[in-house]
């Protein structure tokens, strides 16, 4: 049984890594702009879909891994020039529909454009083992890959922002948007690359999850709803927030769903503890969140409130 | 007087040909969004090709067929099912895809006064209680498809299996459909939240409990993502048996990761029966793609159509359900008749994925498991 805790430990992870790269851009845009961006989700959906369709051209992992970071960033580029931009000024709620309208469009014209069947893209050949663990366990070489490219995306993210002109701008923005663009920063153009950095991000995520999971229309969805619960926990606006954040859903998550079931199964008789099980183990993340909001409004890492 | 006559016979002869020159409105209510478009689009392409062959015609009148799509959700779909049936007035609904839109446009279909033909949906209430004379399934009861794994089992003496499907009504039919038929040992029963797409847990756990075999119900992307992991997750040598989940639809995606994987049908491109090769032929020409079961079911709905409307005409309602009842139509499946419950009686077999001689990942039969079947719900359906 501590194998399997073991295993599922790692499983957590490997998911709240991927959590970590959709909702290190999202935290960013919400926490510095003040703007809540729903098509998030999308964007990790476009990055799974040209990966998939450069891949297809190429046929070359790597060297389309590569090319998804500057078309994704394209893409959010266009996105924040185009739309998002009209948004800052607006109510929440118009921030909603707007992003929300654009996640239905973005949807059916990825479905027009590449069908509803989902695409797979293939895993790497050198990658595409798994490492025997103990006894009949092992564990899957590309999802180890998935959490070292996750880790050192992490680390690179807390360079620029520990230690970098731009990270200092970013912190600052982010603690009082006002001081900053009065201080002579052009918060237009921060605001711009900001977004495009989320996209890149998301976008990488998608891809690099596109050889273990299919990409399809619907990808964006499932994702989303996570990230928004990663970013509350975490503190809107903190990166490293996102990070224990994203760590603590994935594991939170996978342990829940796989031992929570066990666990109910010493307390009530098997029958009805497979059914609560199944009933509580999703919402667990949400206990969470909510726990979290009780000993901390402003998540783990959240700055307080001025009032 | 007799000018006035002859000006009536005139206007009674061209009104009758006018009669006689309506079309047969046809609607087809499918899932045409979303993630399970693909199944809808099959079942779609299935039954227009059905109509081309037909040369536009169905039952000898002119066919106007009207397509809509229900998005996968169950009140929607009830509002599109009445529009069609009382604004266009259609004498035939194909449709659904999913058992849970099924429920909901069953009654504004028949109340409305048109039949319902199901080319895939076929969930159990619609075989016992609640069945219906104006309902009539050609594809199969829910419950078959993983009786038919359940029966593959039995047979190989294989004695432990862990069970996996979606927390939802289908899901949950889906593992009781095979409990109750399975005679080994169930190690273990693993719902997941529908739309999950990472098995990363459920897999370590059935690695830890080696279960002699695995039974899965994971219909569309999820089957995908399910079939993709298996083998990352160093499973292979379990045999993963799985219904509704490696087909026509799914296989493009699996690829050589669902090879060999075995699954229950009541169809295969590779079938042996009178112009099932050159359905898939034509399918494959028109479309580009194989066939799946989805798309059989869509061209047979048609083909009953077709045999029954030219058989009875739409005016003699109970003639017109004879008829249907009848099935004298060329089914891709061969052997084909209605139980009493208007569901099929027809075999079932064990199939599995391959890649064949022209480079296509599709499904191909290995033996049949059930002779003439029917489902197991007749028997509460009152309909004689």
């Known amino acids: 049984m501590f194998d399997l805790f073991l295993l599922q430990l790692l499983n957590g992870a490997q998911f709240g890594i991927l959590l970590f790269l959709v909702a290190a851009g999202l935290t960013l845009v919400f926490g510095i702009m003040d703007f809540i961006n729903l098509a998030h989700g999308v964007l990790y959906m476009i990055g799974g879909y040209v990966m998939a369709m450069v891949m297809g051209t190429t046929g070359n992992f790597w060297l389309s891994l590569v090319a998804v970071l500057p078309l994704t960033l394209a893409v959010g580029l266009v996105l924040e020039v185009l739309i998002f931009r009209r948004l800052y000024d607006r109510s929440h709620l118009d921030q909603v529909l707007a992003t929300f309208g654009l996640v239905l469009v973005l949807s059916e014209l990825s479905r027009i454009i590449w069908g509803s069947a989902p695409l797979s893209v293939a895993m790497p050949e050198a990658l595409s083992g798994s490492v025997p663990l103990i ?10 890959a998935v959490i070292g490219m996750g880790l050192g995306i992490a680390l690179l993210l807390w360079f620029v922002i520990a230690r970098t002109r731009v990270g200092m701008l970013l912190r600052a923005g982010a603690a009082n948007r006002a001081m900053v663009s009065a201080l002579g920063t052009d918060i237009n153009r ?118 | 007087m007799r000018a006035t006559a002859i000006l009536s016979a005139l206007m009674l002869t061209t ?75 259609v004498d035939f609904v194909v449709g659904p895809i999913f058992s849970n839109i099924m429920t909901a446009i069953a009654a504004p279909v028949t109340q409305g006064g048109a039949i319902l033909v199901s080319p895939n949906a076929g969930p159990s209430n619609f075989a016992g209680r609640d069945c219906n004379p104006d309902i009539f399934v050609v594809s199969y009861q829910n419950d078959q498809m993983p009786q038919v794994l359940a029966e593959h089992m039995n047979q190989q003496g294989i004695g432990s299996v862990y069970l996996l499907a979606p927390n939802y009504q289908a899901g949950q039919d889906s593992l009781n459909g095979f409990k109750a038929a399975y005679d080994g040992q169930v190690m273990g029963e693993l719902f997941v939240p529908l739309g999950q797409l990472d098995f990363s847990g459920e897999l370590a756990q059935i690695a830890a409990f080696q279960p002699a075999a695995v039974y899965a119900f994971m219909p569309g992307g999820m089957g995908v993502n399910l079939v993709k992991q298996w083998n990352q997750a160093g499973l292979s040598q379990i045999p993963l048996m799985t219904a509704f989940t ?23 491109p590779d079938l042996d029966t009178p112009g099932n090769a050159e359905f898939v032929a034509a399918f494959k020409e028109a479309y580009g793609r194989v066939p799946s079961l989805y798309a059989m079911g869509g061209y047979d709905a048609l083909m009953l159509i077709d045999s029954a409307v030219s058989e009875a005409g739409t005016e003699d309602r109970e003639a017109l359900r004879a008829a249907l009842k009848a099935a004298e139509f060329p089914s891709l499946r061969g052997q084909f008749s209605f139980a009493a419950n208007n569901f099929p009686v027809q075999d079932f077999y064990l199939t599995k994925a391959i890649k064949d001689d022209e480079g296509n990942y599709r499904t191909s039969v290995v033996e049949k498991v059930f002779t003439a079947a029917s489902d197991s719900y007749v028997g509460d359906c009152a309909m004689n």
């Open chain 2, 15 to 89: 009104a009758s040909a006018a009669w006689a020159e309506e079309p047969l409105k046809i609607g087809v209510l499918m899932t045409l969004s979303g993630p399970p478009a693909v199944l809808g689009e099959h079942a779609r392409d299935g039954l227009l090709l059905a109509e081309q062959k037909l040369g536009g015609k169905v039952g000898g009148r002119e066919a106007e067929i009207i397509v809509v799509d229900d998005e996968g959700k169950p009140d929607l779909a009830a509002q599109k099912a009445r529009e069609l049936v009382e604004s266009e007035g």
């Open chain 2, 246 to 268: 490696v087909d026509e639809t799914t296989l493009p995606a699996q690829q050589g990761a669902a090879v060999d994987m075995l699954t229950g049908s009541n169809w295969a």
């Open chain 1, 135 to 144: 006894g009949p366990l092992s564990y899957p070489v590309y999802r180890l």
């Open chain 1, 190 to 307: 921060l605001f711009m690359l900001v977004f495009a950095a989320g996209a890149m991000l998301a976008g990488f995520a998608g891809a690099i999850v596109s050889p273990i999971l299919s990409v399809d229309p619907g990808m964006g969805d499932s994702i989303l709803i996570l990230t928004f619960v990663v970013i509350v926990i975490g503190g809107v606006g903190s990166v490293k927030g996102a990070f224990c954040a994203a760590l603590l859903v994935g594991v939170v998550d996978t342990l829940g769903r796989m031992f929570g079931p066990i666990l109910l199964q010493s307390l009530l008789d098997p029958a009805a503890a497979a059914q609560a099980g199944r009933t509580l183990a999703p919402m667990l993340v949400y206990v969470l969140m909510a726990a979290v909001l009780f000993w901390r409004p402003t998540g783990l890492f959240g700055r307080s409130v001025a009032r």
